[in-house]
């Protein structure tokens, strides 16, 4: 459940969408998560990559499978991300969805999220087609998050 909670605020933290009025207009709709990277983290156990496109998002380890899916959408300033998790183990099943909402600013292509607790994280964003990639440095963990999405 630690992975799930550290994952949850890398996406939180790091979902930071808006920009000039031509971005704007390409950042606009709903995003999903395709790959989550993390390096240079203090606990090197909490670096990681997670292909999210491949195994459903499913990884296993042992007797336990975890699916994660995460999907964005973003709208005249604001964000709301929706997280579901499926945890299997030993064969019974346990959902659980959560959702994250917030505002977004952008100045170039620096951007700044906060989120409904006003914890507030700044990054960097390119979008290349339907290809969204944000850069960001989680404050605490120091781990460096790149996350791909796809726009659908």
């Given amino acids: 459940m630690k ?3 550290i994952l949850f605020l890398f996406l939180a933290s790091g979902l930071l969408f808006s920009a000039c009025s031509k971005d704007e207009e390409t950042l606009e709709g709903v995003w999903d998560l395709q790959r989550v990277e993390t390096s240079n983290c203090q606990d ?3 670096n990681s990559i997670i292909d999210f496109s491949a195994n459903g998002g499913c990884q296993t380890l042992g007797p336990i499978s ?3 899916k995460a999907t964005t959408e973003f709208k005249n300033g604001t964000y709301t991300t929706v997280f ?4 299997t183990t030993l064969g019974f099943n346990e959902t659980e969805t959560d959702t994250e909402t917030g505002t977004y600013t952008v ?3 620096k951007i700044t999220v906060c989120d409904s607790f006003n914890d507030c994280r700044v990054g960097e964003f390119t979008i290349s087609g339907n290809i969204l990639t944000i850069n960001a440095i989680d404050d605490e963990s120091k781990c460096k998050a790149v996350q791909t999405m796809k726009k659908r």
Avoid: A
Wanted: overall charge positive; some cysteine; charged content about 20%.
């Fill in 84 to 87: 579901t998790t499926t945890t």
């Fill in 66 to 68: 975890v699916c994660v």
């Fill in 107 to 109: 100045s170039g292509k």
């Fill in 3 to 5: 992975f799930t909670k």
């Fill in 44 to 46: 090197p156990t909490e």
